[in-house]
């Protein structure tokens, strides 16, 4: 499990950073000047990080190029999508804008940036990754792990410093602060010179941007609600009650709580299109997320909670075409009937009492996470016979044996 962790965020700083070269290249060419394309003052654009872990995990078992492209085209266009609304978020401006294609969402992701996307991913992945493997085995373990570490701490406090400089005076153009001096303003107008539509779209800024509040109220709702409608679904389907919790304590399923949340910061702004673009948008989030979930699982823990191999037109037992089309019919039923309905109820709440009764669930919900991952751990180390290592690996080991793990996640099927 650690040399995965590692050699994921290896793999994050290397394309993190081959991702700062690609932008500020191509800037550089476009204004003729150096200019540090990115929203962090080191070498690094983490959107190209993520999007490579996300491709790691989501293709760790297969070669297949289509596979790869058209999974690369939607997770990297999807990262694309969620960096720009939160930067728009916090900033109140796009940094980039796409409308001139006319295939484009949002301005944010187009047809052609996703096509370039998954040609990037594919090739990378099936090319370039093979030499890093190699690369990151030939650097003695212990060393590495000082420098990645090293590395993310140096990342996280410059993006917490670039983050208090881009947000310190949002009443304020950019542009006027070109004659103050200070590292806070240094940030700015580098940014500016990076992105200089920030200005041009200063007041881009919508309630449909990304609302972190509102995002995890509609993660625990739908946590619980699709916990229970699988738990009902069980019951009649298989004749018998079966938990369909992704967590050691309470009910509640993370993939439905977080599908939930994605769903309505990305559709419920797009409510009054077409409804064949919702259920499309809906068909491919839902059944891509559902994907990555699934080998999020086997990847670390070499298990999973579904498989559809026993069903014709799957992919990896991962995701099922008559699943897809679930996803689909679902989305359109609840943006266009259910989620208005509940933003509602949910802008009722006194805004006070819901983020500290948020807080608190949040708290408890990220404990219940952390324990169930670390139970999960133990589960799949059991199995290769590998001895608790840590006082925490005993107290799983005591508490949460094979024997409650099977029984609490009933329908977990291990991969060999």
């Known amino acids: 499990m650690e040399h995965k962790i590692v050699f994921l965020s290896f793999i994050f700083i290397i394309y993190s950073f081959l ?33 490579a872990v996300l491709i790691n995990i989501a293709f760790f078992d297969t070669n297949n190029f289509l596979y790869v492209f058209l999974g690369s085209m939607i997770y990297a266009s999807f990262l694309e999508l969620s960096a720009g609304k939160v930067l728009e978020a916090f900033n109140h401006s796009k940094w980039w804008d796409y409308s001139r294609f006319k295939l484009n969402l949002d301005g944010y992701i187009s047809l052609p940036t996703s096509i370039l996307w998954g040609l990037l991913g594919s090739i990378t992945y099936l090319y370039l990754n093979p030499l890093l493997v ?68 200063k007041k881009t800024f919508s309630k449909d941007t990304f609302n972190i509040y509102k ?48 769903f309505t910061t990305f559709l419920y702004m797009h409510k009054k299109k077409n409804p064949i673009f919702i259920f499309v948008y809906g068909f491919i989030l839902g059944t891509s997320f559902e994907y990555l979930c699934g080998s999020f699982c086997e990847y670390f823990y070499g298990y999973s909670f579904w498989s559809y191999k026993h069903l014709p037109f799957n992919i990896n037992g991962r995701v099922q075409l008559n699943f897809a089309f679930i996803w689909g019919f679902a989305s359109l039923i609840y943006i266009k009937f259910i989620c208005g309905w509940l933003d509602k109820m949910i802008e009722k709440i006194p805004e006070k009492i819901g983020k500290t009764v948020v807080t608190i669930v949040v708290i408890l919900l990220i404990f219940d996470i952390l324990i169930s991952i670390e139970a999960g751990i133990r589960f799949s180390e059991r199995r290769k016979h590998e001895p608790p290592s840590n006082p925490i690996e005993e107290i799983c080991d005591k508490y949460y044996t094979d024997e409650y793990m099977t029984n609490r996640f009933k329908n977990l099927k291990i991969e060999e």
């Not at 947000?167 to 940014?191: A, F, M, P, Q």
């Not at 946590?223 to 699988?230: K, P």
């Open 19 to 51: 991702g700062w070269v690609i932008e500020s290249t191509r800037m550089a060419i476009k204004t003729k000047k150096l200019i540090n394309r990115g929203m962090l003052n080191l070498p690094f654009v983490i959107v190209y990080g993520l999007g």
């Open 134 to 201: 190699k690369l990151f085995y030939m650097i003695d373990y212990k060393i590495l792990k000082i420098v990645i570490i090293s590395i993310l701490m140096g990342m996280v406090v410059d993006f917490i410093i670039s983050y208090l400089s881009l947000t310190k005076d949002k009443n304020t153009k950019i542009i006027d602060s070109k004659s103050k001096k200070g590292l806070s303003n240094e940030i700015y107008n580098r940014v500016i010179d990076a992105y200089p539509i920030i200005n041009k779209n």
């Open 215 to 262: 995002f995890l109220i509609y993660l625990v709702i739908g946590g619980v609600i699709g916990c229970l409608c699988e738990m009902v679904f069980c019951r009649f389907t298989m004749h018998r009650w079966m938990s369909r919790s992704s967590l050691l304590y309470g009910e509640i399923s993370l993939v439905w709580g977080i599908a939930l949340a994605i």
